[in-house]
């Protein structure tokens, strides 16, 4: 059986590893970052950690906690499911907790509840669960995620330890991708594409387009000679998932330009297109520019106008305000 593995998470690991030695684990843990990045994956990892019997290496992979782990089977590993249409969870799902959890584990160990998208949650369901925070069973151990901190109560974000959860860095995302046997050159030009999100990299190889990335490099393009016309209709989307989708891409391309015009290179999909924008971009432009497009995103992800929100931004972006 294959052992569990974190790809530059050292973060997690060992301020998981670093509690258990010292015999003070926290009870609650909030694990951040974008859709794909491997936060369900270090939350079962986080498992093992907490519940391996070795005596040596922890997780070992080889005991029967990290077996059943592994096997999804552990009876004290609790992944709880959110019944909520769009994935999220209700006061329903959640309210079962508060009285199993005072309930002795099954084998003598922490009891672990996995909560993943917590922020989906609506505020009356994540009250639900203040007063397992506040006076946690000394046996119970839970893991949220979360993309959206700011979704998650402060009252919940207070009572536990928030790990940022990072992406792979480019030999480690290859590592992962190859030793899921896809050709190196695959791997190669999904990481160009996804960059360190493991899972991005993975959907895109399962079938995944690349015309998210070549309007990316349009843009850029166009951004690079001002031409709001070009800009406008290459950032043209009616859906708001699609538009989001797409300026959250053109964020992180902009971001290359902004790093190459303070002296770094770095090799990916849209290297071209980046230079030749930081070369006839001023620096507070760009950076300008790159405000503009988290604003747009915020607007996106709320209730403004997806044509207007557009319109707006591919005016500003190429008049450089």
Do not use: W
């Amino acid at each position: 059986m294959a052992r569990l593995r974190l790809y530059s998470k050292e973060n997690i690991s060992e301020t998981v590893l670093s509690m258990r030695k010292r015999d003070r684990l926290c009870h609650s843990f909030l694990l951040v970052g974008d859709k794909g990045v491997g936060k369900k994956t270090s939350a079962k990892y986080m498992a093992l950690e907490i519940l391996c019997r070795s005596d040596g290496e922890i997780p070992c992979g080889v005991c029967k906690d990290c077996r059943m782990i592994s096997n999804d089977a552990h009876p004290d590993v609790i992944t709880v499911s959110a019944s909520g249409k769009s994935g999220n969870f209700r006061a329903d799902d959640l309210r079962p907790i508060i009285s199993d959890a005072y309930i002795a584990s099954n084998e003598g160990g922490y009891k672990i509840y996995i909560l993943p998208d917590i922020d989906k949650a609506l505020p009356a369901a994540q009250n639900t669960l203040l007063k397992i925070f506040e006076e946690p069973p000394d046996h119970v151990v839970i893991i949220m995620t979360a993309v959206k901190l700011e979704n998650v109560l402060p009252t919940v974000r207070s009572r536990a330890i928030v790990i940022n959860v990072p992406e792979a860095t480019h030999d480690d995302v290859i590592s992962a991708l190859t030793e899921r046997r896809i050709p190196e050159a695959d791997a190669e030009k999904a990481y160009q594409l996804c960059g360190g999100n493991i899972g991005a990299c993975i959907e895109y190889l399962n079938g995944g387009s690349d015309e998210l990335y070549l309007k990316v490099k349009s843009a850029l393009a166009a951004l690079a000679k001002s031409d709001e016309y070009a800009l406008l209709k290459i950032l043209n989307e009616t859906d708001r998932v699609a538009a989001t989708e797409l300026v959250t891409e053109l964020s992180k391309a902009l971001s290359e330009a902004i790093k190459r015009k303070q002296g770094y290179e770095e090799t990916s999909f849209y290297s071209e297109e980046a230079r030749k924008l930081s070369e006839t971009t001023g620096s507070k432009a760009l950076m300008t520019m790159y405000d503009r497009i988290l604003e747009a995103m915020n607007k996106l992800k709320g209730n403004a106008s997806v044509g207007l929100t557009i319109a707006d931004l591919s005016g500003k972006l190429a008049g450089r305000l």
